[in-house]
């Protein structure tokens, strides 16, 4: 199957500081991709679309300046959270849609990355 | 935007047994309807997916039946083994036109040897 990844797998960081994210789909191009959170024992919430080449598309209730996303070429979204605090320590996960599968619409997704805000 | 319901929650079963996960959705648009298995701490992965066109769709032990009408979609596992046991995702495309992801809260499957 398609292969998305992402780095870095875990991270801390302190309270206040900017953390990096990155997607990358190392097979395929992906126009899209998509950025997801997920608590502990709890299901995936979508937090934004990333469009190569112009501004994502947040769902309702994410902050975009705080949850700042960049998808720069056809391989690589990155999600930046900024400012971050203790309540942003959660499970990062990205996926990919790979337009080469029937219907265009196959999705993959990332390893994910722990983030811990201490 | 989609609502996707899933249940159970959690599901206990006998190996050999089959393992039934049902999920429902909101959106009459939506054509593509994902079920993921998700290990701890691991990523989602895609088991088996059914788009709208098709009533099932079979893989070895595992199955997926749509009911457009009724809105509602399943997963079939036969035969459970042990490494079965994960955590189930069903999902649904939030419209025809729009491949983003709206996920079931999830069913925790525990096959016991």
């Known amino acids: 199957g398609a292969v998305v990844s992402q780095h870095p797998s875990r991270v801390i960081c302190k309270s206040g500081t900017s953390v990096k994210i990155e997607c990358r789909s190392l097979?395929?191009?992906?126009?899209?991709m998509f950025w997801y959170r997920q608590f502990p024992k709890k299901s995936l919430m979508l937090m934004a679309t990333?469009?190569?080449?112009?501004?994502?598309?947040?769902e309702q209730g994410v902050e975009k300046d705080k949850f700042l996303i960049n998808h720069a070429s056809l391989t690589l979204s990155t999600l930046t959270v900024t400012s971050a605090h203790p309540e942003d320590s959660s499970f990062y996960i990205c996926?990919?849609?790979?337009?080469?599968?029937?219907?265009?619409?196959?999705?993959?997704f990332g390893e994910g990355s722990w983030l811990t805000v201490v | 935007g989609e609502n996707v319901e899933q249940h159970p929650s959690t599901l206990s079963v006998q190996e050999g047994d089959s393992a039934v996960i049902k999920c429902t959705y909101s959106?009459?648009?939506?054509?593509?309807f994902p079920w993921y298995k998700q290990e701890l701490g691991k990523r989602p992965q895609l088991i088996i997916d059914?788009?709208?066109?098709?009533g099932e769709k079979k893989d070895q032990r595992i199955a997926v039946t749509l009911n457009k009408t009724a809105k509602h979609f399943s997963l079939h596992i036969t035969e459970t083994q042990p490494e079965d046991s994960a955590v189930y995702f069903c999902?649904?495309?939030?419209?025809?036109?729009?491949?983003?992801?709206?996920f079931g809260a999830g069913t925790t499957v525990t096959v016991r040897a």
């Open positions: 097979d395929f191009q992906a126009t899209t």
């Open positions: 059914i788009r709208s066109n098709v």
């Open positions: 959106d009459s648009a939506s054509n593509y």
């Open positions: 990333s469009n190569e080449g112009s501004k994502a598309t947040y």
């Open positions: 999902a649904a495309t939030y419209s025809s036109n729009d491949y983003k992801l709206s």
């Open positions: 996926s990919a849609r790979d337009l080469r599968r029937q219907g265009g619409n196959t999705i993959y």
